[in-house]
C-alpha cells in the first residue's frame, strides 16, 4: 500500500471518470492505480489532465494483423465475402514472416496510438500458408509488450475438414505458443465436426476458443446454438467468444430470444464487427437492405457481454480501417441504432469493459488495486468518446506513459 505521504510515480489530476461525477484524480505507483480521490499527493510525475475523460485502455478482441493492408497488391471486383476469401487465400501463398510483420507493425501502432492496450489477433494456420503466421507473430508479442498485451490466436479460416492437414498444423500452432484457438465453420464442408475439433484442441491444451460464425444474410447456418451447447458440454463456459453471427439478425425477435437465452446460458461473449459486417452483408438485397449485424442491443440487455472489434484493416474483407476502436463503436452507433447517451455509454463498454472480459484479463478497469492501463480522450463526457471521436492525448500502459499526442491546429485563413 502506498500512504499520502509517500510518493506515487504518476499522478493524472482533474480527470473526468465514466462513472463518477466531478473530478478525480487518479494515483499511481509501479503498474497499479494505488487511488482514485481528490486527495492531492506528491508525485514523481504529475500531469494535469484539464477535465479530460479517462477511460481504461481500449481492447482490441478481434483483428486479422497477418491479413491486413492488401489493398495496394489486391484489387476485388465483386466485393464478395467468397472472393475476398478467394482474392486473400491466393495472396496468402506468397506471404513471408518478414512481410507480415511489416503489415502487422504498421497496424500494431496504429492501434497503440489511439489508445489500445490489449488485443486478440487471429493468425491464419492452414496448407496455403503453413505456420508463416505464427513464425512471424510469436516475437511480435514480446516486441510489443511494453505497450500492449496481445492474445494470439491460430485460426482455421480455410476450414478444418476440408483442408486436410490443418488440425495437426493447429496442434503444432498451439505447441509453438499460440494463447488460444479459433475456428471458422461457415467455411467448411462439415461445421458440427469443425466445432467438434476446436473444442477437442481447446480442452486438450487448456486454451479458449474464438469462432468466425454464422457470416450470412439468411439463417442458413446458425452454428453458434452448436457451439453454445459444446460450450457447456466442454465445461468452458466463459471462455468461448463467437465473432459476427449476423444470421441472428435475420431470424425474427422471439427466435432471437430463445437462441440468445442459449448464448447467455453457454457464457458466450459476443463480438460484432461493424466494419466489415456492414461491408459484405446485404448485398444480395434489392430493396429493404439490410445491415448485417449481430442484433447488438437485445444481446446487451439480455446481459451478453458484447464486444465491437476491427477485424480486418484494408483488405478485401474490409477495404477501410484505422486500428482505432472508438471507430467501429461510432459506425455501430448509427448501424445499430444505438444513439442516446446511454447507448453511447454502452458502445464505450464494448470496446473496453465487455472485450476485457472476454479476453479475461486479469486486473482490468479503473478501480483502486486495478493495472493501470489507461486512455486519456480529448472530451469530458464519456457519451463524446463515441459521438466525436476525440483524439487520444495520453496512454498509460502498466503505470508507465506510452504516448503522448499534441494535437496542433493553426486555423491561418482567419489571419
Ligand atoms: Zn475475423
Request: glycine content about 8%.
Amino acid at each position: 500500500m502506498v500512504t499520502v505521504s509517500e510518493a506515487v510515480d504518476l499522478l493524472l489530476r482533474g480527470a473526468h471518470l465514466p462513472d463518477r461525477e466531478g473530478l478525480a484524480d487518479i494515483a499511481i505507483a509501479g503498474e497499479r492505480i494505488v487511488a482514485i480521490d481528490t486527495a492531492g499527493r506528491p508525485a514523481r510525475r504529475t500531469i494535469d489532465l484539464g477535465g479530460r475523460l479517462v477511460t481504461p485502455g481500449l481492447v482490441e478482441s478481434h483483428i486479422h494483423l497477418d491479413k491486413a493492408l492488401l489493398t495496394d497488391r489486391i484489387s476485388a471486383t465483386a466485393g464478395t465475402l467468397d472472393e475476398a476469401i478467394r482474392l486473400t487465400g491466393e495472396a496468402k501463398q506468397a506471404f513471408t514472416a518478414d512481410d507480415i510483420q511489416a503489415r502487422a507493425r504498421r497496424v500494431l501502432d496504429l492501434a497503440v496510438r489511439a489508445g489500445t492496450t490489449a488485443m486478440r489477433t487471429h493468425v491464419e494456420v492452414d496448407p496455403l500458408v503453413g505456420l508463416t503466421g505464427m513464425e512471424a507473430m510469436l516475437p511480435l508479442r514480446e516486441e510489443y509488450a511494453p505497450a500492449l498485451d496481445l492474445q494470439i490466436c491460430a485460426f482455421a479460416q480455410e476450414g478444418i475438414v476440408q483442408a486436410p492437414g490443418t488440425e495437426g498444423l493447429l496442434r503444432r500452432a498451439l505447441t509453438m505458443g499460440a494463447d488460444l484457438i479459433g475456428g471458422c465453420p461457415y467455411n467448411d464442408r462439415d461445421g458440427v465436426e469443425h466445432i467438434r475439433i476446436v473444442f477437442a484442441l481447446a480442452t486438450a491444451f487448456g486454451v479458449d476458443a474464438d469462432f468466425h460464425v454464422d457470416f450470412a444474410d439468411e439463417p442458413e447456418h446458425l452454428h453458434v446454438r452448436e457451439i453454445a451447447a459444446q460450450t457447456v458440454r466442454a465445461g468452458w463456459q466463459g471462455r468461448v467468444a463467437v465473432g459476427h453471427v449476423t444470421e441472428l439478425a435475420a431470424v425474427p425477435g422471439f427466435r432471437q430470444d430463445e437462441i440468445i437465452a442459449e448464448i447467455a446460458a453457454a457464457g458466450l461473449g459476443v463480438i460484432c464487427l461493424p466494419a466489415t459486417d456492414l461491408y459484405l452483408m446485404g448485398r444480395k438485397d434489392d430493396g429493404n437492405t439490410r445491415r448485417g449485424l449481430t442484433p447488438v442491443r437485445r444481446l446487451l440487455q439480455a446481459g451478453v457481454p458484447v464486444a465491437l472489434a476491427s477485424n480486418n484493416i484494408r483488405n478485401p474483407f474490409t477495404p477501410v480501417g484505422t486500428a482505432d476502436l472508438a471507430h467501429m463503436a461510432f459506425l455501430a452507433a448509427v448501424a445499430a441504432h444505438m444513439g442516446t447517451p446511454a447507448d453511447l455509454r454502452a458502445l464505450l463498454a464494448a470496446i473496453t469493459l465487455h472485450p476485457a472480459r472476454l479476453l479475461r484479463l486479469p486486473d482490468y478497469g479503473l478501480a483502486v488495486g486495478c493495472r493501470a492501463d489507461l486512455v486519456v480522450w480529448d472530451c469530458a463526457r464519456p457519451e463524446d468518446a463515441v459521438a466525436t471521436l476525440p483524439p487520444r492525448t495520453l496512454v498509460v500502459k502498466r503505470g508507465r506513459v506510452t504516448i503522448e499526442a499534441r494535437h496542433e491546429v493553426t486555423e491561418t485563413w482567419r489571419a
